[in-house]
């Protein structure tokens, strides 16, 4: 596709419950990325792929979530035991590569608002 | 870590000039970059600096200044649609992850 989809754009659960979000990154980047926005923040680190492996997963907050890229392409972020506080927009983004030089530009995907009841 | 600083709120009339600022303390510096968000949308880059200096692309340019930890975003021009959060994200030396500031809310009004 043109940019990085996501889906759902939204999903209400309730406390307990397991959700998966799916990420669609922009054909050809290696690098994807996912991040958590609470209203008023900016974009919290979560975890960061590149190809299949989780270069980077320092910024999962707890053993209830993983995220997985199988392919190298899609990626899906799972939650397990929602809890309230995890209400949030996760968004993610990929970019061509990733080095520690260089532009690497992030191209942000539209987010999965979630909401735990 | 990494403490990115960056007002919460500003206005500014159509038409006129702003300029958000930006300071933060890294313990290594590899880049910083400048994103627009309307509310309810995803981060759309707008800037990166790694070098000293002023990076002009149309009504927007960036300022960095590396030994005082400091950058600002100019907008020149300002329009309804300019009504946004303007994120400052920094990335540290070595890293591949940039650091996200809370953004500025700017509200441009008639």
């Known amino acids: 596709g043109a940019g990085v989809s996501q889906t759902p754009s939204n999903k209400v659960t309730e406390k307990g419950k397991y959700v998966e979000l799916r990420c669609d990154p922009i054909s050809g980047h290696t690098a994807l990325y996912w991040y958590r926005q609470s209203l008023g923040q900016g974009p919290e680190f979560l975890i960061y792929f590149q190809g299949t492996g989780a270069a980077d997963d320092s910024g999962l907050p707890n053993d209830r979530f993983f995220a997985v890229r199988p392919e190298g392409s899609v990626s899906t972020l799972k939650i397990q035991r929602t809890e309230r506080g995890d209400s949030a927009m996760y968004l993610c983004?990929?970019?061509?590569?990733?080095?520690?030089?260089?532009?690497?530009?992030?191209?942000f995907g539209p987010g999965t608002r979630l909401t735990v009841l | 870590g990494q403490n990115i600083d960056q007002p919460t709120e500003m206005t500014a009339t159509e038409g006129a000039i702003v300029q958000i600022n930006c300071t933060y303390q890294t313990s290594g510096f590899n880049g910083l970059f400048w994103y627009q968000q309307h509310a309810g949308e995803a981060p759309t880059f707008l800037s990166y600096?790694?070098?000293?200096g002023l990076e002009e692309k149309g009504r927007f340019s960036s300022f960095l200044s590396r030994s005082k930890g400091y950058s600002y975003l100019l907008l020149k021009e300002l329009q309804m649609k300019d009504s946004a959060s303007y994120l400052c994200a920094v990335r540290e030396g070595g890293s591949y992850i940039p650091t996200f500031g809370r953004g500025t809310s700017l509200i441009v009004h008639p």
């Open positions: 600096n790694v070098l000293d």
């Open positions: 983004a990929s970019s061509l590569t990733a080095t520690s030089g260089g532009t690497d530009t992030q191209y």
